[in-house]
């Protein structure tokens, strides 16, 4: 029996699904945004069924959306995209953002809702990043309003390294073109 244990190990270790894990990760802030609001509440971002999964998919040349082989989200993309736009916009605006449930006692200026329609690695080395994204006011701090963004990001790989840096430099352009709408 206990010479049937390092197979065991083995095959078990084999079977356990170590596939690499990427980050959505956006890059170093240069700048900083100086906006009318104090506070910013960033809502649950809205992904697309297909990029809700841990999957890190690739649009094939017929236009189908297939798995990379070997690779996986580091975190729920929902969860992972929410988080670096919040980030994103905190380290680039001088205003306190925090992704919701908002954390502090008073509640914030504004709150951003982003409704995302395609997040798609095309075929072509582009990542495309469209939807709308809606900033409410309770107490209208600002004037409310809906804006549509369709980023398009250059993929020089279509690499799992390559999709998940394109899907932080467009978190990124999505968290800029935010702030220069709330920009004073």
Same mark, same amino acid.
């Given at each position: 029996?206990?010479?049937?244990?390092?197979?065991?190990?083995?095959?078990?270790?084999?079977?356990?699904?170590?596939?690499?894990?990427?980050?959505? /990760?956006?890059? /170093?802030?240069?700048?900083? @945004?100086?906006?009318?609001?104090?506070?910013?509440?960033?809502?649950?971002?809205?992904?697309?069924?297909? !990029? $809700? *999964?841990?999957?890190?998919?690739? $649009?094939?040349?017929?236009?189908?959306?297939?798995?990379? &082989?070997?690779?996986?989200?580091? /975190?729920?993309?929902? =969860?992972?995209? +929410?988080?670096?736009?919040?980030?994103?916009?905190?380290?680039?605006?001088?205003? %306190?953002? !925090?992704?919701?449930?908002?954390?502090?006692e008073d509640s914030p200026d504004i709150s951003v809702h982003?409704?995302? @329609?395609?997040?798609?690695?095309?075929? /072509?080395?582009?990542?495309?990043?469209?939807?709308?994204?809606?900033?409410?006011?309770?107490? &209208?701090?600002?004037r409310e309003r809906i804006s549509r963004f369709d980023i398009? +990001?250059?993929?020089? $790989?279509?690499?799992? %390294? *390559?999709?998940?840096?394109?899907?932080?430099?467009?978190? %990124?352009?999505?968290?800029?073109?935010?702030?220069?709408?709330? =920009?004073?």
């Amino acid at each position: 029996m206990f010479r049937m244990l390092p197979l065991v190990v083995l095959l078990v270790s084999a079977c356990a699904g170590a596939e690499p894990r990427y980050l959505i /990760d956006p890059p /170093d802030v240069t700048g900083q @945004t100086r906006l009318a609001v104090s506070t910013i509440e960033v809502r649950q971002v809205s992904l697309p069924t297909y !990029a $809700e *999964g841990s999957d890190i998919l690739l $649009e094939d040349a017929d236009g189908a959306l297939m798995p990379v &082989k070997s690779a996986a989200w580091a /975190d729920d993309p929902v =969860r992972a995209v +929410t988080l670096a736009l919040a980030d994103q916009m905190g380290r680039a605006s001088n205003a %306190t953002v !925090a992704a919701e449930p908002w954390p502090l006692e008073d509640s914030p200026d504004i709150s951003v809702h982003v409704r995302v @329609t395609a997040m798609v690695a095309r075929a /072509d080395g582009t990542f495309d990043l469209t939807g709308q994204y809606a900033v409410s006011s309770f107490n &209208k701090v600002v004037r409310e309003r809906i804006s549509r963004f369709d980023i398009s +990001t250059p993929m020089p $790989e279509t690499t799992p %390294t *390559g999709i998940a840096r394109a899907t932080s430099q467009s978190v %990124t352009a999505l968290s800029d073109q935010i702030l220069t709408a709330l =920009r004073r």
